[in-house]
């Protein structure tokens, strides 16, 4: 078993405050989705205000950005919540709530197992990974990097999709 777990974040611009009426299924659907995710296989932790959600933080410039930032075992696990479960129905509908960014919107890093990251950290491991590309200290499902203590013959895989904001 690895000491080291994984952390994503992932970003995105909400097309109206989250009490109007573009963003009312969204809002509708978070408590609903935020449950699927403690549920599923290799979930570890979520980052959440004392509401349940993270939609009141807002660490950027623009106030319309919101983000959702989470712990699992592994990429494996996350993939299989944000692509096959029902999470992937909310996912499909993204465009609906969610303005298409032209940057990296996802980041996935490894926290040594029982490291909860700031959102600071989150943010700067975007940053990394906008300023350079998918590599072992940022990266994406499309090239993900095996933890730090994985057998030395691991190399990095990948995967069709990246994950969007939700």
Known sequence: MSAYELAQLNIGIIKGPMDSPVMADFAANLDRVNALA???????????TEDGNATAIRPFDNENMLLNMSVWTDADSLRKFVYRSAHADILRRRREWFEKMSEAIMVLWWVPRGHRPVVAEAVERLELLR????????????????????????????FEDECPAT
């Open 38 to 48: 403690e549920a599923a296989p290799g979930f570890v932790w979520r980052l959440q």
């Open 131 to 158: 300023r350079h590309g998918p590599h072992a200290a940022a990266f994406t499902f499309r090239e993900t990097y095996p933890p730090p203590d994985a057998p030395a013959t691991e190399q990095p895989g990948g």
